[in-house]
């Protein structure tokens, strides 16, 4: 298999407030939020990340997408280096987090148009992408509804359109289901099984067993910034669940009874 990820020792540390360390009860200044954290992901496999909130999933997937540099580390992203040619590694991936805000001010149409052209893309082609992913994603009779007038869901989808509109052959998604409603969320699984289908690598993270056991190849559990584990579900699972088997390495990492 092709590898299109190799994360090697990526570390990431932010400073804490006197604030934030008083609610941690921490008398550290400095939070080590991704320690040392190695995996590889390859050719059109669904790789995953799961653990609890505040585990550091979304921290390695912002340094992935070049949106955070490491302390330490570095990691290649098709081809690329995210600490030394990241902008070679933005044009190649398509990047969605909940956290993606798009201006209320315009709309889904404008929004993708703009992208298209900033990402360099023909008008005709930029067309056909539109029709392709607006139809798919039933956003064609809000395409000149302003983003403040939309739905939660149907700015999930406007969001996920956008980040692909230049077609991309890695895609890293951070929690893309998460509060969207059940049928937003079989869009969005749904979607993503057919860019597993076409050959697309994809990174997904997300703290919910199931949408990973059924998408994901490959799982790696991160619990407090380390990479306790990275294998097949199917290794992982070992004909029990995917909930079963985190909590099992999550009671024996932390010795938390749960």
């Known amino acids: 298999m092709k590898e299109i990820i190799n994360a090697e020792n990526l570390t990431k540390t932010f400073k804490l407030s006197g604030k ?19 995996f590889k992901s390859y050719e059109g496999e669904v790789f995953g990340l799961l653990g609890p909130n505040g585990a550091g999933k979304t921290t390695i997937m912002r340094m992935l997408a070049t949106l955070i540099n490491p302390v330490s580390g570095d ?24 956290e993606l805000k798009l201006d209320d001010y315009f709309t889904p149409n404008y929004l993708f148009d703009y992208f298209s052209q900033l990402h360099g893309i023909s008008k005709e082609t930029s067309n056909k992408r ?20 939309l739905s939660q869901g149907m700015k999930q989808k ?3 359109a956008i980040s692909i ?5 890695i ?6 289901t998460n509060g969207l409603d ?12 057919e860019l597993k289908n076409q050959g697309k690598s994809v990174i997904l993270s997300s703290h919910i067993f199931t949408l990973l056991e059924s998408l994901c190849d490959r799982v790696g559990i991160i ?35 749960i």
């Open 75 to 98: 990691a290649i992203v098709g081809g690329y280096s995210i600490t030394k040619q990241p902008q070679d590694v933005r044009r190649n991936i398509g990047f969605l987090t909940n």
């Open 171 to 176: 895609i890293i998604f951070d929690e893309p």
């Open 20 to 38: 934030q360390q008083k609610l941690k009860n921490s008398g550290e200044s400095v939070l080590k939020a991704v320690d040392n954290v190695s």
């Open 158 to 160: 406007t969001s996920l």
């Open 165 to 169: 509109v230049h077609d991309p052959g």
């Open 130 to 149: 539109k029709r392709d992913l607006f139809g798919k994603f039933g956003i064609d009779e809000f395409a000149e509804v302003k983003v403040a007038n």
């Open 182 to 193: 059940v049928i937003t969320s079989k869009v969005v699984t749904d979607f993503l099984l």
């Open 223 to 257: 619990i407090s910034g380390k990479m306790i584990v990275c294998d097949t579900v199917q290794n992982l699972t070992n004909g029990k669940s995917l909930e079963k088997a985190f909590f099992d390495i999550y009671s024996e990492t932390t010795k938390e009874v």
